[in-house]
């Protein structure tokens, strides 16, 4: 009895916590459908299409990521202050990520602008079932020129977006978001016919001005329910205290999505030396995964809403008590997610206009992402939590740092050094979260991240 108190929570608990996440995913949802719509769309233009905007996909995830690890190492101190009602300090925590995320923003544009055909190269390094590697070069180009103009509506977005989840007003993005999910979809079966990949990126990228206005115009116009937007573009200048607290405390975790972006990016890159079609395919299944995972995935984002509000209280057993009840719940929800990807295996890769052989490795692909789901859960809930409390730098380390030893090492050593195949490779390749799962509960357990880092 005591086992189950301490793991599930009453109702009013789980009411708390499906107020903040469900907003989350369906947000998140919304954007990973966007995805999906895209996807499915491009490939029925045919398996090179596909695969050349799969691969833009993943240089775009980097940038996505980045944005996220400067609005995260900024967005700790921001749950903490709203903790302690202070308007002033959400104020200028609004104002750094502004700053950093347009500064991001710039130099990734830069990048991509005048690197994007190498970077694109590097996972079309050969093709033994009869794939056209300069057409998937050429459309992954193209598609990736256009969406760099939105990435200036989507970093703005995210900064609106995190600091109004931050102060627990949730629904305003999760509008936002299926504002731009209707008109998305719209502009996709509208274009994609005409402009081809162009047509996906071009819908992408008006999808991201409309919904980057709509939460910008709610909160401007809505100061009463938050008031920390009052005058935030009166200037940029903020405290220098906390500036070099957010910096010192966001710095590892801006660094942390980039390295885990980039790591991530380089076993896909591995992944590719098998040809065009295990890109294609896995492609499909991570797809699949990255939109039915947002369901345990915003518990996971609102533990570090909820216990890092309440570490900001100092209420220590409190954040504890409500951590180890969420970790519970995530991974609860994350078995009838892994229970679904595997029912749903062998029909979703139908979808897509592309070769049987595509077809069957997606079936695979799907079945391993299902397998490594629980893992997932528990995983990105001990992340959160660890980034709850300040501890930035071993959440980096637990993060980006078993991805490059532990995920792409197995991926890189696994594809190079035996004769594997690539579907029982990648099974293998999933199980090594198991280990990154060990780790987390060591740490979790040992408590140090009970951090108020925000003191008078």
């Given at each position: 009895m005591g086992l189950k108190n301490k793991l599930i929570g009453d109702r009013a608990f789980y009411s708390m916590v499906l107020k903040i996440s469900v907003p989350i995913m369906v947000q998140n949802g919304i954007t990973n459908l966007i995805t999906l719509v895209n996807n499915v769309t491009v490939g029925?233009?045919?398996?090179?299409?596909?695969?050349?905007v799969a691969i833009a996909n993943q240089l775009i995830t980097i940038f996505n990521m980045c944005i996220f690890g400067a609005v995260s190492g900024a967005g700790i101190f921001g749950a903490q202050l709203f903790g302690r009602k202070d308007q002033d300090g959400i104020r200028s925590v609004f104002r750094i990520k502004f700053i950093l995320c347009i500064a991001l923003t710039l130099l990734v544009?830069?990048?991509?602008?005048?690197?994007?055909?190498?970077?694109?190269?590097?996972?079309?390094?050969?093709?033994?079932?009869?794939?056209?590697?300069?057409?998937?070069?050429?459309?992954?180009?193209?598609?990736?020129?256009?969406?760099?103009?939105?990435?200036?509506?989507?970093?703005?977005g995210q900064v609106y977006s995190s600091t109004l989840r931050?102060?627990?007003?949730?629904?305003?993005?999760?509008?936002?978001?299926?504002?731009?999910?209707?008109?998305s979809v719209g502009l996709n079966f509208l274009l994609i016919p005409i402009l081809g990949?162009?047509?996906?990126?071009?819908?992408?990228?008006?999808?991201?001005?409309?919904?980057?206005?709509?939460?910008?115009?709610?909160?401007?116009?809505?100061v009463e329910e938050v008031p920390f937007i009052h005058g935030v573009y009166r200037s940029m200048k903020v405290p220098g205290g906390l500036a070099k607290q957010v910096i010192a405390k966001g710095t590892p975790l801006l660094i942390n999505e980039t390295l885990w972006s980039v790591g991530m990016t380089m076993i896909n890159q591995t992944y590719s030396v098998h040809g065009l079609a295990v890109?294609?395919?896995?492609?499909?299944?991570?797809?699949?995964?990255?939109l039915i995972s947002v369901i345990f995935k915003s518990v996971g984002v609102s533990v570090g809403i909820v216990v890092?509000?309440?570490?900001?209280?100092?209420?220590?057993?409190?954040?504890?008590?409500?951590?180890?009840?969420?970790?519970?719940?995530?991974?609860?929800?994350?078995?009838?997610?892994?229970?679904?990807?595997?029912a749903i295996s062998p029909l979703f890769p139908q979808l897509y206009n592309t070769t049987a052989q595509v077809k069957d490795l997606a079936m695979w692909f799907i079945l391993g992402e299902a397998v490594r789901t629980p893992l997932r859960a528990f995983v990105d809930a001990t992340y959160y939590t660890l980034r709850s409390g300040g501890k930035t730098i071993i959440t980096s380390v637990f993060d980006s740092g078993f991805v490059w030893l532990g995920n792409f090492g197995s991926a890189y050593v696994l594809t190079y050094f035996t004769q594997i195949p690539i579907v029982p490779l990648y099974f293998l390749c999933q199980l090594v979260e198991a280990l990154k799962c060990v780790i987390g509960y060591v740490l979790v357990k040992r408590g140090s991240w009970m951090n108020q880092i925000m003191t008078d």
């Open positions: 029925q233009l045919g398996t090179e299409q596909m695969s050349g544009m830069a990048v991509f602008g005048f690197m994007g055909t190498p970077l694109i190269s590097a996972f079309l390094q050969g093709s033994s079932d009869g794939g056209n590697l300069n057409l998937a070069l050429s459309e992954g180009y193209q598609y990736l020129l256009i969406m760099l103009i939105g990435f200036i509506p989507y970093a703005i931050e102060v627990k007003e949730t629904v305003v993005p999760m509008r936002a978001g299926i504002a731009a999910l209707v008109l990949v162009a047509g996906a990126a071009w819908a992408t990228v008006v999808s991201r001005f409309v919904e980057m206005g709509l939460m910008a115009r709610w909160t401007h116009t809505h890109v294609a395919g896995i492609n499909i299944a991570t797809t699949l995964s990255n890092g509000s309440l570490l900001g209280t100092g209420d220590m057993d409190a954040a504890r008590d409500a951590d180890t009840k969420m970790i519970a719940f995530s991974v609860m929800i994350s078995l009838g997610v892994a229970a679904m990807m595997a």
